[in-house]
């Protein structure tokens, strides 16, 4: 009741249209379905199912090469080359699509962009003059991105579609 006051819903209130429970009545059953729009809706891309890829993980789940069998190494190698070739095609398919901002996150965030560390979304967002919002938008973008190219590489290297599926989940350590 609160909400028709503030609202100033009973100017729609119109005596020639029926009585004033049954506007009452309504402005309750459409306060009542609103609400419950509002709490079972779901956010943005809730439905989705998420697959995470953190590629500056990677490193550190491959085997050490000082201590490594000869196959171990072949698979580091190989992994290595497969992300490189990808981070190329990203960086080149970026910058042709005029998004060299979402290359620069992705860079700072992953690479470090020449520092010691990657920045912190935080660290970035405000050298950039961004919010932190905005940089998860753009790194999630380029991280797609190198996903369906790093399947592609992968699967150049592949007879099927399944065994592509299984070589990417090899190289990103799923």
């Not at 956010?43 to 069998?69: F, H, Q």
Request: charged share 30%; proline share 3%.
């Amino acid at each position: 009741f609160a909400e028709l006051l503030e609202s100033d819903g009973l100017a729609k209130l119109a005596p020639g249209h029926g009585s004033f429970r049954s506007f009452l009545k309504a402005s309750l059953n459409h306060f009542v379905i609103d609400d419950h729009r509002r709490q079972t809706a779901l956010k943005r891309g809730a439905a989705v199912k998420r697959v995470p890829m953190d590629i500056s993980k990677i490193e550190s789940t491959l085997p050490d090469p000082s201590v490594a069998s000869p196959e171990a190494l072949f698979d580091r190698e190989w992994i290595r080359r497969c992300l490189d070739h990808a981070v190329r095609i990203l960086e080149e398919s970026l910058l042709s699509e005029g998004r060299e901002l979402h290359l620069k996150i992705f860079n700072a965030c992953y690479e470090g962009g020449g520092r010691q560390q990657p920045q912190s979304h935080e660290e970035l967002a405000a050298e950039l003059g961004l919010r932190k919002h905005d940089i998860g938008n753009h790194l999630r973008y380029a991280r797609r991105k190198l996903r369906t190219i790093l399947k592609e590489v992968v699967r150049d290297y592949t007879s099927s579609e399944k065994d592509a599926l299984n070589e990417l989940g090899f190289v990103l350590g799923e």
